[in-house]
């Protein structure tokens, strides 16, 4: 569920020298020069490794991992890294299925595994070769698992997170605990949605009381209705902005994944995330291994490496996601952040729920609906 | 070149013609590569369904309510534009064909500047002026006078639209204008007509197929963006553009989504038409 990479590029800062120079009507060129050198360098190292270890082609969300944990693995085991990232789900599956490019390890969300799972493009791990996957992450986070991987045969979790809301505290004096404070019209025009079928709808249904993987037809149009009665108090449909906007104090409330939190507090520490009492999304990106994978063996050496406490924090630092690696967590120094509750959320008090793979049919049924919520 | 000149005079055209066609191969090898497969496939998937069989279905979709609000919305925006932008260009292009050719060469050069800057970034870059907490609103604030709200509304997106275009209408502007001959214009002065018949009579019907360039240039990018509105609109207002961009990478139903752009490409073509029978009354000054 990382989006990083666009909204890395269009920071607000970025943003305003941009309008500086198109006041100025000069030295446009510039600006994206600037922007462009965000692009992904992880794999700096391919040369430079041993060639005796073959290779592992990771197929990876993009700013998804410490590119220092990539050096040294291949340091480690002589094996080569060949990196390649993707934006969505949705962009990743079709090259998986296709086939065209094969890959080693992918790290899928949930529901995505899911769709792989039922359409047979993955293959069964083998946990004997992979002793840090049982030994570190927590059990909650295999049972979690379950909903879309049973019997946890398919996969090994890599970060982890809720969706909740993101308020600013200078602007919300009422009491923030419930995702009906979104359609509160004191708040028109300061209110930022997520641009996502699935995160717009998992709010609404959960609002009515309804499982966020719903294919009721009554349900889904009464979360629609209700979706249709808030746009006019909704400032803007955002992915990647919402981060930006409400460090800039664009908006008073903003629908928000907790590994993006973490990092807005830090930019602005009038904001503060709380997950709504209704329950919310709890999302898993976990490792997977497709069926035509070219390496296996080396696929579960990185998997089992990426299992390794020591990796695990350093990419939990990097990313601020939360990572499901219980021992990991031991290991941070900082109290705050260890016992922090965005990243690490006693979950049992919460009614919470992972999306399912919906079926062809019940994505279209669900784009419809939004199609309907966005042209209202 | 060749001996026996005069024996066989069909050589020369014939090697000529053969030079013509290697010359032209690299043009063909890109228009079919880039233009003609890509919309054939777009033909292909926009009249099948997902099985592959044969369907009218995803261009009739055009009629459900929400894709014909976009189609409309999205029409009448980029028509609104479209004015817009020859209603400002058109003084422009006229100030501009009066100056002498160094001032011309540097009032077209400024307008031409932005250009070379990105298109998304430059889209960008207004909605960081338009924000609730913007750079203008910033400024409004500070000299206390009331602050601008339009950002996510209709109204920027036509903004958005009008500044990225508004381009495309001064230049086919300016190059009809300054083909105009002068003593054409004399001469209207000289048997007795004031500046308003002289304008109405003889320079605007002069600059008609600059006028029709510059509306299909601006009218048809318009039609069809996606970006301005998702940037300047903040998502919340539907064109038919944002539609099959929708269709493409959220709901990966390329049938649907290309059998939209059909729907718009007809629209596209109405223009091109228009422009075509205009342009043979005209004298064919195209940009």
């Known amino acids: ?376 | 070149m060749h001996k026996g000149t005069n024996k066989k005079p069909a050589e020369t055209p014939g090697i000529v013609y053969f030079n013509q066609t290697l010359m032209t191969a690299p043009y063909l090898v890109w228009a079919l590569a880039f233009i003609i497969i890509p919309l054939l496939m777009i033909f292909y998937y926009g009249l099948t369904d997902k099985t592959g069989a044969f369907t009218l279905e995803n261009v009739i979709a055009i009629t459900t309510a929400q894709h014909s609000k976009a189609l409309w919305l999205a029409l009448l925006l980029s028509l609104i534009s479209t004015a817009l932008c020859l209603l400002l260009a058109y003084p422009l292009a006229m100030i501009l064909a009066k100056r002498s050719v160094s001032q011309q060469s540097f009032i077209v050069l400024i307008f031409i500047l932005p250009m070379w800057m990105n298109f998304l970034l430059r889209t960008l870059a207004w909605q960081t002026l338009l924000e609730k907490t913007g750079v203008i609103n910033s400024v409004l604030t500070f000299l206390h006078l009331p602050t601008l709200n339009i950002i996510n509304t209709p109204a920027a997106i036509i903004l958005g639209m009008v500044y990225n275009f508004l381009p495309f209408m001064v230049l086919p502007l300016y190059n009809s204008l300054t083909k105009i001959d002068p003593n054409v214009v004399n001469a209207a002065y000289d048997l007795g007509a004031n500046g308003t018949q002289t304008f109405l009579r003889v320079i605007f019907p002069l600059s008609i197929p600059g006028v029709i360039s510059g509306i299909t240039m601006v009218f048809v990018p318009a039609l069809t963006t996606f970006v301005i509105s998702n940037l300047l609109g903040g998502s919340k207002i539907l064109l038919i553009g944002n539609v099959i961009e929708q269709e493409f990478t959220q709901a990966s139903n390329w049938n649907l989504g290309s059998g939209l752009s059909i729907v718009l490409m007809i629209f596209i073509i109405l223009n091109m038409v228009l422009t075509g029978i205009f342009d043979k009354n005209g004298e064919g000054t195209a940009l």
């Open chain 1, 1 to 376: 569920m990382k989006k990083h990479l666009v909204s890395t590029l269009f920071s607000k800062s970025a943003g305003l020298i941009l309008s500086a120079a198109l006041l100025a009507g000069l030295l446009g060129g510039c600006g994206s020069d600037g922007a462009s050198a965000g692009a992904e360098g992880a794999n700096g190292s391919g040369a430079s490794a041993d060639a005796d270890g073959g290779e592992v082609i990771v197929y990876n969300w993009g700013e998804y991992i410490d590119p220092d944990v990539l050096d040294m693995f291949e340091e480690e085991t002589g094996i080569t890294v060949i990196y390649d990232e993707f934006e969505t789900n949705e962009i990743m599956y079709p090259r998986v299925e296709a086939g065209a490019s094969k890959y080693d390890v992918i790290c899928p969300s949930d529901y995505m595994i899911q769709k792989m799972i039922d359409n047979d493009l993955l293959q069964e791990l083998n946990f004997d070769h992979i002793p840090n996957a049982k030994a570190n992450i927590g059990q909650q986070y295999w049972e979690q698992s379950e909903q879309f991987d049973p019997g946890n045969k398919y996969s090994v979790p890599y970060c982890w997170g809720t969706v909740g809301i993101l308020y600013n505290k200078t602007m919300v004096d009422d009491v923030v605990d419930s995702w009906s404070i979104l359609w509160d019209e004191k708040y028109a025009d300061n209110i930022l949605m997520q641009d996502s079928v699935r995160d717009a709808f998992m709010v609404a249904l959960r609002l009515n009381g309804s499982s966020m993987n719903t294919l009721d037809p009554d349900e889904l149009a009464a979360a629609r209705d209700l979706l249709i009665e808030q746009k006019p108090l909704v400032q803007a449909y955002v992915i990647d902005q919402v981060r930006d906007k409400m460090i800039g104090n664009e908006a008073a409330l903003g629908v928000i994944y907790s590994g993006e939190a973490i990092y807005t507090q830090r930019e602005n520490p009038d904001l503060e995330y709380v997950i709504p009492k209704e329950g919310t999304n709890v999302w898993i990106d976990s490792w997977v291994v497709p069926k035509n994978a070219p390496n296996l063996e080396n696929a579960e050496k990185f998997i089992d490496y990426m299992c390794r406490p020591d990796i695990a924090l350093l990419n939990f630092e990097y990313i601020t996601y939360s990572t499901p690696n219980e021992a990991a967590r031991e290991l941070i120094e900082d109290e705050d952040i260890k016992n922090s509750p965005i990243a690490f959320p006693d979950l049992s008090q919460y009614s919470l729920e992972t999306f399912t793979y919906l079926g062809d049919e019940g994505d279209e049924l669900y784009n419809e609906m939004w199609k309907e919520v966005k042209s209202e």
